[in-house]
């Protein structure tokens, strides 16, 4: 006997007696076993939880289990292997946890069995207790509002296991309530990897009364247990021990029984129907605190009921796992990712000692054929007059009549997917093709294995399971296809086992039928690598979807994936190359295959499932890209960079090809970043293009960035213009040799065959790298490609830097010839195609908002320190007449648009925006006024409108904008050039003199007038620009909130036609828009208002799929919503597209909300909105559907 208990009893467990659906221990009372002590009366969750530690901390010294709980657990177990016909719950295919049914013959009586099983984020011990405390708080409530005033009663057998559990089901009249009265035990087990596996059976307690289990008979304990509300717990003999057998407590229980009151004696009123009911959990811990949970619940309702409602009450008894699933909900991709950390051992381990099935064997060695996936000799064409499965698959790695490899345009830049028909095995019924896709992924060997075998994890299915199959064309539904001897086993391989079982459900699109795969799987290890073979099973294995597919038809498919550890250019991370290998047949004339390629969506989803999803979990593409810039900062700084005389020839080549002095006619390259200037000359079938930018970064960063040769960055832009490959040879640290193919459609392949040098100059302010065509060995002239000639110079020059960031001024100038004949247009194509990676160097770099911040922090503190301005100083000069006069003028502008017969109001891009325009038709000028308000300080905002040549400043139509001259810290010339208003008209462009003061009511105003500058011919361009001129006034006041001010501004244009000047007008307009737009992205997501968030939903509006994220970057507060809710973006994407059917609810937490669960929460908003009259109604509608957004 196991000494007596010394830990402290909880103060919840203390009996009261005014619960009387509990039996209590009494703690004062000594016990020969600690786990007696263990009874719950919780009156919260949270004593719920505290109990369940309770029992937890009790485990490791429980007793042994006596004969007849023994007996009764290896009973529950073989049930549960026994073989039931189980069908699944109709209407249950789409949910995390797998729902049963089925009938089985036991004491020539036929009951109903139930069956679920799932993935619960909760270790076994934790799992165990919860369903031990069998009359917790939260049980006790969900029990009172099913059933009502019912009883639910647990009583705490002594020194044993056993627990004796009740409770009643209330049923409408005219039918009884039935009344259930269970013996329950529970045992632990541990494997060699410390992982535990708990069981938890009940039967009923009629069957342990005949001795059905111990060879005992107990009828007379039983029958007054029944009638009566014994507290067993209290009942021990003289020297405070009980035995194991419960014949001991007889003399016991007739002591007591004259002394129980009447009310505890009669807790049964003769109108329930005893029903039977016995079953079994098994918690298959997966890793330390996830479980693979299967419930098995046998019940007999007794009596003549509708099947329908034996079915409904089966259902509910199964929804307890529902129940701890939800209880114990965590973020999906946490709980797989420690089911992994623990796969990765299993693995890793030799596992030769694990049967393998002759049948899998032979499967492995077919599908493991496929790696010879290479072009083959031609044999003679063979057709065949009819397709079996049986010949696609035995066909394997013989010789073929192929069609030639074809690339397929793949959803990742660094997944790389070909095709091609199978002619031998193609004919008029069937389409048999051959696909292989290869990538790299930024993990180790096992990571991948483990991501791949667990193919039914939440992450993997979140989307497919809890979306409606109608309404995403790219999820799929799969199912692990039960097998009777693994009924206790965990989904999809999650277990570790070497094969298993699964089915998926493609949805193609209309109007193509759903495409059913089930197949078999196995895995072995293959050097330092892994294989997985899959292959389609014969049409005898269905799966059961719980519900009538209709317009299915079987596929057939045999794959091979392999895993191949790689060196990823770092000693501290990891890499494996992933291949996979497939051969499809959907067949053709059942599924309408002539109109869509339905071998292609296949492939592309098993692709997406596997690689793409292995790439995108796993991705280390920044780092990996910043430790390979590192070494060659490291090589520059060593000075490893000096060049021998050769490399000094060669650059200089580079300069005198390139003329960098020299002065020849370039035109414009349109970039879509005013900070990138471009030009070209077009010469030809080659192109000459310079381009300058400054980066806020060092010269070495800058030239790593560019020198780089294997980053993942130029990896990608590589792919996405067409590349079909390339090779490296280095020859020192500072140079090395690149060939590149490139696939143009319409025009022949292309290759380049360069070598780079870098150069750092002795003053260490400035380094080279030049780029130019030569000629290799390993790379010789062939006639499948046309050599191209290229020859680039990249400058990066060191500036002083501004407020402590560093500066680079990049200069780039190209000279390429494509070769062959091809039009100028392609040319330009392709020259502004170049520029995209010099774009992406300056967005990596790009710190513009800090540099703008910082300059108007120091305005705002040379405003504060010269008291406005109004004391000559160093900072401010006395204003003069002339910019006194302006001030004067431009307030006269208010006088004379309110006065102004002609205004009206017009529309705006925000409802917080008030904007008027005034004009007679056929005049040459026109006034506009804007006017809002702004949750900023004044000073804010004048700074704002100052620094005109701040990044924060641009517009989408700004061509150009840039301070011409600084006479003092009030008055400066601006140049401002805008793209054409209208399409078909020349650019337009202004110079204006800018003033700024305060006026005697304490408001600030700025001031432009049109003015003259000896630098605006300098400005002049090739594009046409033509001069408007333009007067405006911007008066900011503030209101009785010094944070909140109010935003006036007045235009005036003259000169211009009038279509051009109203469009041009209206654009200058939105100026007011954009500071109130700006200074909201400056706020954090907790200081935001009403007014905040109609703004936000007005530019989230506007945006479209590929500018959601650029948006999302601009304002700070979406920017913290979308790290803290990984969920909210694809949330907002969703309503975005407003997308109209019917999405299903999400009963998941806030916290653990997934991005597919975000997906179709947002996508279930247009319904409400297209059925409801009031938006604000179909918000609130859909604000209830969801329980995550009520905690949002």
Known sequence: MSPPHKKTTPHFLKPKAKNLSVNFLDPNKSHTSSMSTYVATSRSMKDDAVADKFFISLIDERPEMARNERNMMNNMLELGRSGISWKRIKNTHTSHISKYKGKISQQEKTMLAGKASGRVSASSTQLLASVVNFASWEKLQKHSLVNGNLPRERTVVPDSRSHILSYTMALHPPLRNRIFKMWSTWDMQVDSDGLRTCYFAWCPFEDMEVGMYSGETFSQLGSFISRSNLNLNNLTDESGSVGNSYKSLKSDVEAKAASLSESAKNIINGNEVSARSSGLYVFRELAPNVSFVTLINLIDLKGHLPALLMDLKLTETLKSLDDMRKRHSRDTEKVDSEVREHMKKVFARDRQDDQILSETDEMWERCYEMRKFQAQ???????????????????????????????????????????????????????VTECRASCICDCSAEDAMAYLWDACSDTRLKGGRESSLKAHLDKSLALYVDQHDRVFEPAGGAGGGRNDVLAVLKKLPWPLKKIEFVFSRTWRKIGDGYGIAVESVDNRVNADYGTVMKHKVRGFMQALILIEPTQSGTDSLESCNLNLFQVLNVGRRHNYIRLVDSNKHIFESFVKQNAIKVRKTFEKDKIIDQLGRDQIKSVIADDQTGCTEEEEDFLDNIHDKLDITGSMAFDTLPTPDMHVNARILLRGTYAIIRATTVLETTIEDASAYEFAPSSRGKLKYFIEQHGKDRNIVYINPHSYIQMKRFEIPLYKQREFVQRYVLKKTED?????????????????????????????????????????????????????????????????????????????????????????????????????????????????????????????????????????????????????????????????????????????????????????????????????????????????????????????????????????????????????????????????????????????????????????????????????????????????????????????????????????????????????????????????????????????????????????????????????????????????????????????????????????????
């Open 377 to 431: 000799p031609k044999s003679d064409r063979q057709r065949v007059s009819s397709y079996s499965p049986a010949r696609l698959l035995s066909s394997i790695g013989k010789r073929k009549e192929y069609e030639p490899w074809r690339a397929m345009d793949s959803p990742c830049a660094l997944t790389k997917m070909e095709r091609r028909k199978n002619l031998t095995l193609s004919n008029g019924n069937n389409l």
């Open 764 to 1192: 260490d302010s400035k380094i080279e790298i030049g780029i130019d065509s030569v000629q290799h060995n390993l790379f010789p002239e062939t006639n499948q490609y046309i050599r191209s000639i290229g020859t680039s110079l990249f400058i990066f020059e060191k500036l002083p830097p501004l407020f402590g960031i560093p500066q680079t001024k990049m200069s780039y100038v190209a000279k390429l010839s494509w070769g062959g004949l091809v039009p100028g247009r392609f040319v330009r194509v392709k020259a502004q195609e170049g520029l995209a990676w010099i774009l992406s160097m300056r967005k990596t770099f790009d710190m513009k908002k800090t540099l703008d911040a910082l300059e108007r922090k120091q305005f705002i503190e040379k405003l504060h320190l010269n008291a406005w301005g109004h004391a000559t100083s160093s900072f401010t000069a006395a204003y003069t007449d002339e910019e006194k006069k302006d001030i004067e003028v431009g307030q006269e502008f208010f006088r004379i648009f309110q006065n102004n017969p002609t205004k009206k109001r017009v529309a705006s891009s925000s409802a917080s925006v008030i904007n008027e325009i005034a004009f007679r038709k056929n005049d040459a000028s026109g006034w506009g006024l804007s006017e809002t308000k702004i949750r900023a300080k004044k000073e804010d905002i004048l700074a704002f409108l100052w620094n005109v040549d701040a990044n924060c400043c641009k517009h989408v139509a700004d061509i150009e904008r840039l301070v011409l001259e600084r006479h003092n810290a009030h008055h400066q010339i601006a140049y401002l050039c805008r793209a054409a208003a209208v399409k078909g008209y020349s650019p337009r462009y202004s110079v204006s003199r800018m003033v700024w003061a305060e006026v005697a009511d304490g408001s600030l105003v700025v001031v432009h007038h049109p003015c003259g500058h000896s630098k605006e011919e300098e400005q002049q361009n090739d594009d046409g620009r033509k001069r408007v001129d333009f007067s405006s006034i911007c008066k900011i006041r503030e209101t009785l909130d010094p944070s909140i001010c109010k935003l006036t501004y007045i235009y005036h244009s003259v000169g211009d036609k009038q279509l051009s000047m109203m469009t041009h007008m209206k654009q200058m307009m939105e100026l007011v828009y954009d500071v109130k737009s700006y200074f909201l992205q400056l706020r954090v997501a907790s200081d935001l208002e009403d007014d905040d968030g109609r703004m936000l939903g007005e530019a989230l509006s506007h945006a479209s799929d590929s500018t959601v994220d650029s948006c999302f970057r601009s304002y700070r507060a979406l920017q913290e919503m979308d790290d803290r809710f990984p969920w909210f973006k694809p949330m907002i994407v969703a309503v975005l597209n407003n997308s109209l059917h019917m999405a299903p609810a999400i009963d998941s937490k806030l916290d653990f909300l997934s991005e597919d669960d975000g997906h179709v929460i947002g996508s279930g908003l247009a319904l409400p909105i297209a059925i409801n009259l009031m938006n604000d109604a179909a918000v609130e509608e859909w604000l209830a559907r969801d329980p995550a957004l009520k905690e949002f």
